[in-house]
Structures are given as structure tokens and as C-alpha cells.
């Protein structure tokens, strides 16, 4: 299993409207795509307007194979047009891939 950590800074002031997308948008076309998130954070204390989350992957290979099918997914198109109609509200987005430790609870 590998996790994929995705840090979004968010556009100041569109921090609420990035968690409504992943709420009311995104979750829902993981799910037809069989995207798998572990877990969403934002920072208690820390860089303000950041969304911080985890994917579960089987493999890279499947990663490789999902990931840019449900980016050219047309609705994702649409409602990420829809949703930035106002501006967009990603500033930066940073990802790692991570592989557990073999004494890691999470495998």
C-alpha cells in the first residue's frame, strides 16, 4: 500500500470554498473512479488556508492509471470550472508519495 500526502494552500479567503468542492464534488467522483482518501486535515496550528490529505493506492501503477482519468473526466472539468468562476482556489499543491515503514501501524 502507498499513501499519497496532498498539501493545497489555498488562494486567502478560499479556504471554505476548496473544503465545499471536496465535500459537495470531489468525493463523490472518487468515488466513480475508485479513488481512495484516507483522511483530510486543515492546520489548528500552522500555515492558515491549507487543506492537507491522504490517498490509499495499491501501487504507483494504480495511481498512474486513475489519477489522470478523473482529471480529464468531464464533469471534474466542468465543476472545477463551475467552482473558480469567482477565482481559482488552489494557490499551490504539493504531493509526495510515501511507502510505510515496515513497523508502521498503517500498511
Given at each position: 500500500m502507498l499513501y499519497e500526502l496532498r498539501i493545497y494552500d489555498a488562494v486567502p479567503g478560499r479556504?471554505?470554498?476548496?473544503?465545499?468542492?471536496f465535500a459537495n464534488v470531489t468525493l463523490s467522483l472518487w468515488k466513480k473512479h475508485d479513488i481512495r482518501p484516507v483522511a483530510f486535515w486543515t492546520e489548528e496550528m500552522g500555515?492558515?488556508?491549507r487543506l492537507v490529505y491522504l490517498l490509499a493506492w495499491e501501487s504507483l501503477a494504480e495511481r498512474e492509471q486513475?489519477?489522470?482519468?478523473?482529471?480529464?473526466?468531464?464533469?471534474?472539468?466542468?465543476?472545477?470550472v463551475?467552482?473558480?468562476?469567482?477565482?481559482?482556489?488552489?494557490a499551490r499543491v504539493e504531493n509526495r508519495i510515501l511507502?510505510?515503514?515496515?513497523y508502521s501501524p498503517l500498511q
Open positions: 479556504l471554505a470554498a476548496l473544503n465545499e468542492r500555515t492558515s488556508n486513475k489519477w489522470p482519468v478523473f482529471q480529464s473526466d468531464p464533469e471534474w472539468q466542468q465543476k472545477r463551475e467552482t473558480e468562476k469567482e477565482g481559482p482556489l488552489v511507502r510505510p515503514t515496515s
